[in-house]
């Protein structure tokens, strides 16, 4: 997420999802308290919350 561009952000939570994720637990989503302590942009995390959600 952090060197990637912003359209590419979907296809790797996804890839992330459809890997980790199940009905009963797997994969928890979250962003950094200090996102730009590692870089993240607000474009990027905007982008990943709703593809988590979808």
């Known amino acids: 997420m952090v060197r990637g561009m912003a359209d590419e952000v979907p296809a790797q939570a996804r890839k992330l999802i ?24 607000p474009e990027k995390i905007e982008t990943m919350s709703q593809e988590f959600v979808n």
């Open 18 to 41: 459809d890997r980790v994720g199940c009905d009963y637990g797997g994969c928890i989503a979250q962003w950094y308290a200090s996102p730009q302590a590692v870089e993240h942009d």
